[in-house]
T-cell receptor, first 111, second 113 residues
Framework: EDKVVQSPLSLVVHEGDTVTLNCSYEVTNFRSLLWYKQEKKAPTFLFMLTSSGIEKKSGRLSSILDKKELFSILNITATQTGDSAVYLCARGSSNTGKLIFGQGTTLQVKP | SQTIHQWPATLVQPVGSPLSLECTVEGTSNPNLYWYRQAAGRGLQLLFYSVGIGQISSEVPQNLSASRPQDRQFILSSKKLLLSDSGFYLC????????????FGSGTRLTVV
């Protein structure tokens, strides 16, 4: 069974800190690596990565994929309390329609 | 634009009672549909997915079943709930294979007592 492993499982920082969330995966037939943010209800889409070494950015968030080492990172700079959430990583397969999710990283940003 | 509706938002059910959660998608045709469950403090576990009417694939053996009676309707059911069925249930849809991401419904928080 393909696995997606996220680390750390939880993280507490103060506003203004920079955080790096990690996601590693074991897979053949890799197609995509996705990051979602989940506050109280449905996960919301952040990034989709398909190529190694190309950084995706959205404001203070950025993400990059390393297909050789089979991992991705999500960076958040100048964290704010509104960044507090569970961050989910998922990988898509080229031969099935399924996304396999990691267990998530719970981020708490304190004022 | 496409929208996904999931209801109810919360549900408290006694052990042994039946369950029916419904999910509908608007604004698209022939979507791939998915049911996920999220236990407290855990990631999302894929329960069922469907690529068409009447086509259901089950990912894990369990006390639940799914049905797709119409193109844009996906139902999660149980005849007799167990305590272990408690969790946060999410419906999602995608185009094609879904490897490029899903859109999630707002979720149902089920507590079995």
């Amino acid at each position: 069974e393909d696995k997606v492993v996220q680390s750390p499982l939880s993280l507490v920082v103060h506003e203004g800190d920079t955080v790096t969330l990690n996601c590693s995966y074991e897979v053949t037939n890799f197609r995509s690596l996705l990051w979602y943010k989940q506050e109280k209800k449905a996960p919301t889409f952040l990034f989709m990565l398909t190529s190694s070494g190309i950084e995706k950015k959205s404001g203070r968030l950025s993400s990059i994929l390393d297909k050789k080492e089979l991992f991705s990172i999500l960076n958040i700079t100048a964290t704010q309390t509104g960044d507090s959430a569970v961050y989910l990583c998922a990988r898509g397969s080229s031969n099935t329609g399924k996304l396999i999710f990691g267990q998530g990283t719970t981020l708490q940003v304190k004022p | 634009s496409q929208t996904i509706h999931q209801w109810p938002a919360t549900l408290v059910q006694p052990v042994g009672s039946p369950l029916s959660l419904e999910c509908t998608v608007e604004g698209t045709s022939n979507p791939n549909l998915y049911w996920y469950r999220q236990a407290a403090g855990r990631g999302l576990q894929l329960l069922f997915y469907s690529v068409g009417i009447g086509q259901i694939s089950s990912e894990v053996p369990q006390n639940l079943s799914a049905s797709r009676p119409q193109d844009r309707q996906f139902i999660l059911s149980s005849k007799k709930l167990l305590l272990s069925d408690s969790g946060f249930y999410l419906c999602a849809w995608s185009v094609d294979t879904g490897s490029y991401g899903y859109t999630f419904g707002s979720g149902t928080r089920l507590t079995v007592v």
